[in-house]
């Protein structure tokens, strides 16, 4: 994973697996992520985090330094992955941004 300086803001993705399907979902979005981290601008890492708790859930934050070119990458790169992935969900996915706090500048 990069430096902390590298990473300013986080966005949290939270779907809902139609039941037995999370694995082959997350297995989806893990090869989309490994094919193309490099090449989404401002992408600086990915964290996929399934639940112990619930076979449905899921968590995918995405890492960004740069989220200047986000609002254009949402019609190439993710439209990609929304299209194969959401037939795979119960329900679409919580969505949120956040900014990581780096208490030294605070």
Do not use: C
Not at 16 to 21: A, Q, T, W, Y
């Amino acid at each position: 994973m990069k430096e902390q300086r590298d990473i300013t803001y986080v966005k949290h993705n939270k779907p809902r697996f139609i039941l037995g399907k999370r694995t082959e979902g997350l297995r989806i979005l893990q090869d989309f992520f490994t094919e193309n981290q490099y090449d989404i601008k401002g992408l600086t890492g990915y964290l996929i985090i399934k639940s112990e708790d619930d076979a449905q859930e899921a968590i995918a934050l995405t890492l960004w330094k740069d989220m200047d070119s986000y609002p254009s990458m949402k019609n190439t790169f993710f439209a990609k992955i929304t299209e194969k992935i959401k037939p795979f969900f119960e329900q679409a996915p919580e969505r949120s941004n956040h900014h990581l706090v780096d208490m030294k500048t605070m």
